[in-house]
């Protein structure tokens, strides 16, 4: 496994479709790009859609827990959240959260590529 795997919030939607996914990651990543990607520790946010239409993941990246907890403490947290509501509201399609609690994560276990076990 990685020696720095670092800290993760996932966020995770139920939408009404293709068009809806790419409205979403347009208006998220404009979030990202206002409100987050400048904070220290900040490493990255991934958009994830479904072939299927129904499901966006928004993977973000922190260097270490103590970077998001700091993002946390000190970010517009009121404004990304009237951010974040606007965007939702001014999607054409429906979209609606699937998180239950706070979703963030640390990574556990990885298994990289590598010659195939015996036995």
């Known amino acids: 496994m990685s020696h720095d795997p670092g800290f993760y919030s996932i ?7 293709h068009d809806t996914q790419r409205e979403f990651v347009a ?3 404009e979030i990202q790009e206002r409100w987050v990607r400048f904070h220290p ?3 990255s946010a991934r958009f994830h859609v ?3 239409g129904t499901r966006v993941y928004n993977i973000v990246h ?6 998001y907890r700091h993002f ?5 947290t009121e404004g990304r959240a009237a951010a974040i509501r606007a ?4 999607l054409d399609g429906r979209a609606e959260p699937r998180m ?7 990574v556990v276990r990885e298994i990289g590529p590598g010659p195939r076990r015996a036995g």
């Open 11 to 17: 966020i995770d939607y139920t939408v009404d479709g």
């Open 27 to 29: 208006a998220f990543a």
């Open 41 to 43: 520790g900040y490493r």
């Open 50 to 52: 479904s072939t299927d």
């Open 62 to 67: 922190w260097a270490s827990e103590a970077d």
């Open 72 to 76: 946390v403490e000190t970010s517009d």
């Open 87 to 90: 965007a939702l509201e001014s």
């Open 100 to 106: 239950s609690g706070i979703p963030t994560y640390t």
